[in-house]
Each structure stands twice: as structure tokens, then as C-alpha cells.
């Protein structure tokens, strides 16, 4: 999982991320901490699994510690993506009792969150086993936290759909309105493009089959959204493109209907639930006597 770090680190500052962080936990110091101990004690601590599910954020907290003292001492017990039942120990820390103290709350706030976004993909992308449809996020994160949320999805078996605004070219519904039309839009972005010498996809969001037929035989796109389509309006847009194009079915789609989506031939499966309506998985930082 180290290689999603360098992967995004262009666009996301791992250790400006910790700082500010911190600036805004501990301000002008971790004063509990502070008052109750010297700086010269040394401590153990484990990380407590309370809870069933995907572990995610080993890495994270990993980088961390090492960030906050590089001769804390982390051993690794249990990998990022693997299956974890209560009471398993994920890992073991040691060092200076107050920086991990200090930082204990940061790492069990991102490992939590993680490992609950990691837990949900897990399970619906088991949902779709046996078929070849893949389960991708969307764009519908928490500010700042992206690239937790979205590496948390790649742990759990899923897979990202476009990191962020400028990494692919999404035509929805409402770009095909403000441009006058479906066609308008695809011409409008494959010009864009050329002109500007960009390599980028092109998805474009259908509303309806007609959209579909409209855009099969114009092309110029990569991907073609199957936007609130039932399974058998999917399965019928899917039979029609031919694997022309790459499909993706997204809209209100739950744990109840997404095996129908997959059943219907869709490559990919976009939840937006996946990063902005799941449930941390329960953690614990505690001392080790």
C-alpha cells in the first residue's frame, strides 16, 4: 500500500497533512499529556481490534509515528486488507509515552474511518462475486480527506474512479444541459482536449436508452454512465453497446440491488455510500503494562 502514497503524492502532502493536524489537535500542547507525564518515560501500546471487519490504515499510522518521532518503534502485526475479528491486535508501538499519547487520537480517527470505508467495499464487492463487475467510489468524499477515504477503497478490493476533477473528463447531466445537448457536450470536451493536448478519458452520463443509442453512434468517448437505470434497462444498454465501450452503472444503488446491477454485464459499479455514508469501524489505542 506504500505505492499509494507515492502514487498521489503529487497531489496530496502526507506530511503538510500531519502538521496541520496537529496544529489543530494539540495547538499549544497536548496539556493532559503534558501534566500527567515526563517526556522522558517510555511506554508500549496496541492497537485493539473491537469490531469485525476490513482493517485498514496500518500504513497510515505507520507513517505517522514515524513522522512524529522516527525512533518510535512499530511492529506490524496484521496487514492493511486483511479480514480482522474482535480482539485481534493489529499492531504494537513503543517509545516516548507522551508523542504516543499525543498522536494516538489522529491514527484512530483516520485507521477508524478507513477501516469502515474498507469494510463496506469488501462487502459489496463480495455482493457482486462471480461476475466481472468492479465497485469504484465517486468524487463524494470528505474535504481534505480524500485520499484516506479513496486508498481505503482500494484496500477493501474496490477501485477509484477518477481521483478528482482533473484527472478525467465526466460529462454528467448537468454539463449536457448547460452545453445544449449530449453531443454538444462529447464535441465540446474532445476539442477541449486537442486543444489543449490533454490524455484524458471521456465518460459521458446517460439518462435514458436513447442517450445510449445517441452517443453509440457518435463516439468519441471511453465510458458511457448508466445514471438511475434500473437492472434491466441496464442489461438492455449493456447488450447494445457490445463492449464497444467501457459501462458504469451508478444511482441509488444499495446492497439489496447491486448483485442485479453485476448480474446485468456492467463493468463497473459507482456508490457514492461507499465514502459518504459509512460506519467507522471500532478501534482502541491502549497502554500495554
Known amino acids: 500500500m506504500k505505492s499509494y502514497i507515492k502514487k498521489h503524492q503529487a497531489h496530496f502532502n502526507f506530511k503538510a497533512f500531519v502538521k496541520q493536524a ?166 465540446a470536451a474532445s476539442s477541449y482536449l486537442k486543444k489543449n493536448k490533454l490524455k484524458l478519458a471521456i465518460e459521458v452520463e446517460c439518462r435514458n436508452i436513447n442517450d445510449v443509442k445517441k452517443v453509440l453512434a457518435h463516439g468519441k468517448v471511453n465510458r458511457i454512465l448508466l445514471d438511475n437505470f434500473t437492472p434491466a434497462l441496464v442489461k438492455q444498454a449493456v447488450n447494445l453497446i457490445k463492449g464497444k465501450y467501457e459501462t458504469e452503472a451508478s444511482g441509488g444503488i444499495t446492497e439489496k440491488t447491486i448483485r442485479n446491477y453485476a448480474l446485468a454485464g456492467v463493468n463497473f459499479i459507482s456508490v457514492g455510500a461507499l465514502t459518504h455514508h459509512v460506519k467507522s469501524l471500532d478501534l482502541s489505542l491502549k497502554a500495554v503494562k
Not at 522516527?70 to 507522551?98: H, R
Not at 465497485?135 to 477509484?160: H, S
Not at 445537448?181 to 464535441?187: L, T
Request: glycine residues 10%; contains cysteine.
Open 22 to 187: 496537529f496544529a489543530e489537535d494539540v495547538g499549544s500542547g497536548d496539556h493532559t499529556t503534558l501534566a500527567t507525564l515526563t517526556k522522558k518515560q517510555n511506554g508500549n501500546m496496541q492497537l485493539l481490534v473491537k469490531e469485525d471487519g476490513i482493517l485498514a490504515g496500518v500504513e497510515a499510522a505507520r507513517f505517522i509515528f514515524k513522522k512524529v518521532n522516527p525512533k518510535i518503534k512499530f511492529t506490524e502485526k496484521i496487514k492493511d486488507g486483511t479480514l480482522v475479528k474482535k480482539g485481534d491486535i493489529a499492531f504494537t508501538i513503543s517509545g516516548p509515552t507522551y508523542q504516543l499519547l499525543t498522536a494516538e487520537r489522529l491514527v484512530l480517527n483516520i485507521m477508524q474511518r478507513m477501516s469502515g470505508v474498507a469494510t463496506k467495499t469488501h462487502h459489496l464487492q463480495t455482493l457482486c462475486k462471480g461476475t466481472h463487475t468492479r465497485v469504484i467510489d465517486t468524487r463524494k468524499t470528505t474535504p481534505l480527506f480524500r485520499f484516506f477515504e479513496k486508498w481505503a477503497v482500494v484496500i477493501g478490493g474496490g477501485a477509484n474512479h477518477r481521483y478528482a476533477l482533473y484527472d478525467m473528463i465526466l460529462i454528467k447531466d448537468n454539463h449536457i444541459d448547460f452545453a445544449g445537448g449530449i453531443i454538444q457536450a462529447i464535441d
